[in-house]
Every structure is written in C-alpha cells, then in structure tokens.
C-alpha cells in the first residue's frame, strides 16, 4: 500500500540575484560576455573602442570596478601589459583571471613586447572567437553555476552566428583573385589567414613606433614592384604615412578596424567582421 509521502523541500529564497560584475579589457570581451551571459552580468570594459587596443589610461574608477569584480577578462599574450599591476592594486581575493587566448594557435610573426608568446590580435579570425567565447562561458558557469543552463544556451546560439556570418564570408571572398595587401600595423594576420588575404608588409612594425623613412621606401617599392593595389589603414592611427604611401604608389586606401565601434557599421563584432571582409573584396576586385 502507497502511503502519500511528505517530503518537506527546501526553498532556497528566490530573491533575483544581482548580475555578475565583470571587467574586460577590451570592448569585444565585453561584448562576448553579454551574448554569452545576457541579463546575468554586468560588464565594464577598460579600454574603449575609440583608443587603440594597445593603450590605456587609468581612471580611478576601473580600480573600484575592479575590486568589486568577479571576473577579469583579458586576450592576454602580452596585449594588455598593465593589467598585472592593476589587479594586484584592486587587492580582491575573488577576482579571477580569464586569459581568452588560451588555446588559440597562434601566429608568431611578431612580439609587441617580451611577454608576448605571439601576436595578440587573435579575435579577427572568427574561429578564434569560438574557443574565447567558450572561455567566457566556462568562466561564468564556474561563478554562478546557478545559471549554467542559460549560459549554455546563449553559447550554442552565438556559436551558430558566428558559423552562419564566417559562411557567408567565405563565400564572398572565394572568387576573389588578387589578395594582396599591406596593413598599417599587424593587427591582420589570424584573419588574412582564415579569409584568404595575403598580407605583404607592415607600416609600423613596432607599437608605438613611428616607422622609419627606409622602412617606408622600401615599403613603397615593393607596392610598386608587385602592383599592390590596396593599403589597409586604420582609424586610430595617424592617416599622414598612409595618404604619402598612398600618393607616392598610386594604392588605394581601405580603412578598416581591429575593434568594434570605431568605424560606422561596425557596432557590432559580427558587423565589424563583415564591414571589413566587403570593404576589401570590394577594393580588391
Ligand atoms: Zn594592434
């Protein structure tokens, strides 16, 4: 015979919680982070899209960000120098460092300093954003298990966007003959490598460099010698180098961004993506 069985339950109190706080580096791990956690975190970025993703000045407010933090994202590699000096500033015991580069298969071409394991500009290659996206999940799950649900969910779905819009980049790109560039600084070559884009110099090779006039003239002459037809510039950098190469070989300019924000129409890291695939196949045709 059935007896009704009582089980008393626990109610944990169902007080809505506050969102996760969050710092990022960079405007596009904020981004990542609110696709991926929505209306559960809260995310303060350091550097904004209208400087370099090189530089960063301190306000006072990013340490109290800091302090109150769970989570510090960062592409890491050497990018974000200052970050070190920061956390240990904000001296809070749970904050916890994500590096989104871990994992990624990096591209050696060029060290912005000694710290740097390889070029750091490892989200313009949507396959790259994947793996930090996933990190960013992971990382969100691990500091509030109780939403894990929702955050896998909100991965899996901007997983398929980012797997429609590189599909559909590949496409436009696929009948494209002549690939050539050369790019302001190197910020390019993930996402030559994933689109196809041959990169054949850089401006400034160096960050915070201005480059040298032999380095520009033999730039200038390798335009020339193998007909180049297209520099890549970018919006935060001084455009005058750009404008005299560009004078001096008869290339056209494309000015194109690292980060999204910075140039209209690319709001967005998928529009960013997209902005700067059409705008060179369309310069490059
Ligand atoms: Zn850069």
Redesign the pocket.
């Known amino acids: 015979m059935m007896g009704a069985l009582f089980v008393p339950f626990l109610h944990v109190a169902a007080t809505p919680a506050a969102p996760l706080k969050i710092v990022a580096t960079l405007p596009i791990l904020k981004e990542f982070t609110e696709q991926v956690g929505r209306e559960h975190v809260e995310v303060r970025t350091l550097i904004t899209g209208l400087e ?3 530089s960063y000045s301190p306000k006072p407010s990013d340490l109290k960000a800091l302090g109150e933090a769970r989570l510090l994202l960062e592409i890491g590699l050497g ?1 974000e120098v200052w970050v070190g000096g920061l956390v240990k500033n904000a001296s809070n015991p749970a904050l916890r460092v994500v590096t989104t580069s871990e994992g990624v298969g990096l591209i050696r071409d060029h060290a ?1 300093n000694a710290a740097s394991a390889g070029n ?2 490892i989200w313009l290659d949507p396959e790259n954003a994947k793996v930090m996206v996933r990190h960013i999940a992971d990382a969100l799950i691990a500091a509030d298990p109780a939403h894990k649900d929702a955050y896998l969910t909100n991965l899996a779905d901007y997983l398929r966007r980012l797997d429609q819009v590189q599909t559909n980049l590949l496409e436009r790109v696929a009948s494209l003959q002549d690939r050539r560039i050369v790019t302001h ?3 390019w070559p993930y996402f030559a490598r994933r689109f196809g884009f041959q990169i054949e110099g850089d401006i400034i090779q160096q ?1 915070g460099m201005e480059p040298s006039s032999a380095h520009l003239a033999e730039i200038a002459k390798r335009i020339k010698s193998r007909k180049i037809k297209v520099i890549v510039s970018e919006p935060q950098f001084n455009q005058k180098v750009v404008q005299a190469l560009a004078d001096e070989t008869g290339a056209r300019i494309v000015v194109l961004s ?1 980060l999204p924000g910075t140039v209209k129409g690319t709001e967005t890291y998928l529009a960013l993506l997209s902005s700067n695939v059409t705008k060179l196949v369309a310069a490059l045709q």
């Open positions: 370099s993703e090189h990018l912005p750091p500009h600084h190197p910020a960050m690292p």
